[in-house]
């Protein structure tokens, strides 16, 4: 199908909610996506973060065709061998003492994770407590509860009335001033991705994880974007040294299958009947994490992961030298981004990176953001590299 024709399709029977970009993809090899016509990209966006393991990854292909010949879902009511498997594999991976629910993507992650806290706040005090403080910047879904507790006001219009007890702080420092005897927890993202691929200050990070831990108030930490190996270690949390109560995942933990999924290290807080999902871990999306997780995992100790950290990092002060568009280089491992002196660079970049074979994603006001696949080669970085040198309004 030709990109007209899509077009033509998806502008009378899809609702409009996205400002999309004038392509369409057929299909990807390793970090290359090609479009209808027939045209290559490098791709630093991964589909948001999703595709950690590139695209027609071998051995995730052949597990998830071998998975889904011998069964593809039979429900929660019933046991489920993969399941069980990956919640062991998550478990060794976190390195903490939790166990794991099940979602099908971020913002239902972060959902099972507020109900978490929720009880945990009616059942661990003598009066209830119910508020959940997050920070302004921050970014946790689009379900009504997750957009409440996103502090981006821009995404509140026309969808009030909401669930309440959300309570926005402004930074780490203000969270201790919006504490009071009704809150049962504080949200956060370690590295903001949405709001600017801003990475909080570990030692205000530690700092207030240690003050939470002596008040019994949760720390829940939003890694839906930060987890599974993106910022170089497996939880942005271990980056920071911290252990949180709860961790929400998603994106890049299926590969492009959907799965997400709430670690908590309170395991008897949820019982029978109080939280559930048809699809969460199925046999197929499980079996397809659990080797998406150990793909990534002996990338991890191999060290291939670090040296293309490294060769990546270089490559973006190579960009930031290039050119004074850029101002600074942001974030952590491979979620990491250049900040641009305004927004309209920041599309300017992006529109025109596109129009040279390479996709890289916006964050925040002024952010040009890259979240390559994790699996990515040192030959497509170059590649993808050399095509952005050649953007006109690098010289502009
Ligand atoms: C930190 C964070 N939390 C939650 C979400 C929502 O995830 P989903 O779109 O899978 O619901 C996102 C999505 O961008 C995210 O970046």
Do not use: W
């Not at 170089?232 to 949390?237: C, K, P």
């Amino acid at each position: 199908m030709k990109l007209d024709e899509v077009q033509t399709l998806d502008h009378e029977f899809v609702m409009p909610t996205y400002h999309r970009m004038q392509v369409a993809f057929e299909r990807g090899e390793g970090a290359r996506l090609f479009d209808v016509e027939g045209r290559d990209y490098i791709d630093f966006g991964s589909g948001i973060g999703v595709n950690s393991v590139g695209y027609g990854n071998p051995r995730m292909i052949n597990v998830l065709c071998e998975q889904a010949q011998k069964l593809i879902h039979t429900s929660n009511l019933f046991y489920i061998p993969n399941q069980a498997l990956l919640a062991q594999k998550l478990i060794k991976l976190s390195r903490m003492d939790m166990n794991v629910f099940f979602a099908n993507s971020g913002a239902e992650a972060n959902e099972a994770m507020i109900k978490l806290a929720r009880k945990y706040g009616e059942i661990r005090f003598p009066k209830k407590r119910y508020k959940i403080i997050t920070l302004q910047s921050s970014f946790h879904g689009r379900t009504l509860a997750t957009l409440k507790a996103t502090g981006q006001e821009a995404y509140h219009k026309y969808f009030a009335p909401f669930p309440d007890g959300f309570v926005i702080a402004q930074n780490l420092q203000d969270v201790y001033q919006k504490i009071d005897d009704e809150t049962c927890g504080v949200m956060i993202e370690l590295i903001q991705g949405e709001g600017g691929i801003c990475a909080l200050p570990q030692d205000e990070v530690r700092e207030l994880a240690a003050f939470l831990r002596q008040h019994q108030i949760l720390l829940l930490v939003d890694e839906v974007q930060s987890g599974v190996y993106r910022t170089g270690e497996f939880l942005a949390s271990h980056l920071y040294g911290i252990q949180p109560d709860l961790i929400s995942l998603a994106k890049g933990m299926g590969g492009g299958i959907t799965i997400g999924a709430v670690m908590s290290a309170h395991k008897n807080v949820f019982v029978a009947g109080d939280h559930g999902s048809t699809f969460g871990g199925n046999p197929l999306s499980s079996r397809v994490a659990l080797e998406v997780l150990e793909i990534l995992e002996e990338e991890y100790h191999s060290k291939k992961l670090q040296a293309k950290i490294e060769l990546f990092e270089e490559r973006l002060e190579g960009l930031l030298k290039r050119s004074d568009i850029f101002l600074k280089k942001v974030g952590r491992g491979l979620m990491c981004g250049l900040e641009a002196r305004d927004t309209q660079i920041q599309q300017t970049v992006i529109s025109q990176a596109l129009c040279a074979g390479v996709v890289v994603l916006r964050s925040g006001r002024n952010v040009v953001r890259f979240l390559p696949p994790l699996t990515i080669s040192e030959c497509e970085i170059d590649e993808g590299f050399e095509r952005l040198h050649l953007l006109a309004c690098l010289d502009e």
